[in-house]
């Protein structure tokens, strides 16, 4: 059974760029959740997505988006890149909630010169 | 809001030696508390979970118990082995499952 894939897996961009981040599920999972991890903050939640509506969300600014296709699928955008925004996304599945185990991806590390 | 409060290492000790590295949290309701694990150059994984007051999670020789009385959730084993060397994230959920909140994640180390 295929893991949670993440791409790209790295990614460099400059201040006020846009970025969109991608993540397939596992197979039957229709939970797709975001989060932020960086040595400072440590891992913080973004959002949750469920049946392609976002059911769930952290403290981030509107700059942070997302959306889920029909196949659970989910992309995360960043608009207005800013310096602190460098950090490794990590986007985690699973069944239907966030109460199960999250099965999580090796992430995307987004770098901001 | 919720706080989840662990120590964040590195914590260095040798093979077989006992393990604990604590949890605490501030939360409202009765949340569901869970560790994660990183080891090198992978991604997080779930190691244990616990829903309830006294629950106790366990897997792979590590267990924790969820005690509400002192909202602590501390992770023990009793012989470490070089495996084990990752980094150790506490984390719960509450408000309905509407939000999870991870802990600064503790690095253990674990020498020959």
């Known amino acids: 059974k295929a893991g949670v894939t993440q791409t790209p897996r790295y990614l460099i961009k400059t201040r006020g760029q846009q970025v969109t981040l991608s993540c397939s599920p596992i197979?039957?999972?229709?939970?797709v959740s975001w989060y932020q991890q960086t040595p400072g903050q440590g891992l913080q939640f973004l959002f949750e997505?469920?049946?392609?509506?976002?059911?769930n969300k952290g403290n981030f600014p509107g700059r942070f988006s997302g959306r889920q296709f029909s196949n659970s699928r989910s992309e995360m955008n960043v608009s207005t890149l800013e310096l602190g925004d460098s950090a490794l996304y990590l986007c985690?599945?699973?069944?239907?909630?966030?109460?199960?185990?999250?099965?999580f991806g090796d992430g995307t590390r987004l770098s901001i010169l | 809001g919720d706080s989840v409060t662990q120590m964040e290492g590195p914590v260095t000790l040798s093979e077989e030696a006992f393990l604990t590295i604590n949890c605490t949290y501030t939360?409202?309701?009765?949340?569901?508390l869970f560790w994660y694990v990183q080891y090198p150059g992978e991604g997080l994984q779930l190691l244990l979970k616990?829903?309830?007051?006294?629950d106790k999670g366990s897997n792979k020789g590590f267990e924790a118990t969820y005690r509400k009385e002192t909202t602590s959730f501390h992770l023990e084993k009793g012989s470490v082995q070089v495996s084990d060397s990752a980094v150790y994230f506490c984390?719960?959920?509450?408000?309905?499952?509407?939000?999870?909140?991870f802990g600064i994640g503790t690095k253990l180390q674990v020498i020959p």
């Open positions: 985690a599945s699973s069944v239907d909630s966030l109460n199960q185990p999250q099965h």
């Open positions: 197979s039957g999972h229709r939970s």
């Open positions: 997505y469920f049946s392609e509506t976002q059911r």
């Open positions: 939360a409202t309701g009765y949340p569901s």
């Open positions: 616990a829903t309830k007051a006294d």
């Open positions: 984390a719960l959920i509450s408000g309905g499952y509407q939000k999870v909140t």
